[in-house]
Nanobody
């Protein structure tokens, strides 16, 4: 089994910072990409930031210049450094990974974490 476990969410004031972490564990053969999505109440889940195996990154326009995605390949971990947070960043943040794992045989697919709440409020 493969698991993605997020940590680092919480309550922060506008203008503050938070750092999310996501650890992928299990019989992982290789990880192609990892990233973060978020879902606010009443809205669809949206991509926040992603980083591929070659360290190319992709960001939502709304977070460019404020958020930074990075990964530690040795630890199968992806991070999201969030600065200058705004109330509209409030959402449940989900970790995502597209990876190859051994589940009876090598299989490539998407995996999701359980989500961590980020609330930006004064």
């Amino acid at each position: 089994q493969v698991q993605l476990v997020e940590s680092g969410g919480g309550l922060v004031q506008p203008g503050g910072s938070l750092r999310l972490s996501c650890l992928a564990s299990g019989r992982i053969y290789s990880i192609h990409s990892m990233g973060w999505y978020r879902q606010a109440p009443g809205k669809q889940r949206e991509l926040v930031a992603a980083i591929a195996s070659g360290d190319s990154t992709n960001y939502a326009e709304s977070v460019k210049g404020r958020f930074t995605v990075s990964r530690d390949n040795a630890k199968n971990t992806v991070y999201l450094q969030m600065n200058s947070l705004k109330p509209e960043d409030t959402a449940v943040y989900y970790c995502n990974a597209y990876l190859i794992a051994y589940i009876g045989a090598l299989e490539a697919r998407d995996y999701w974490g359980q989500g961590t709440q980020v609330t930006v409020s004064s």
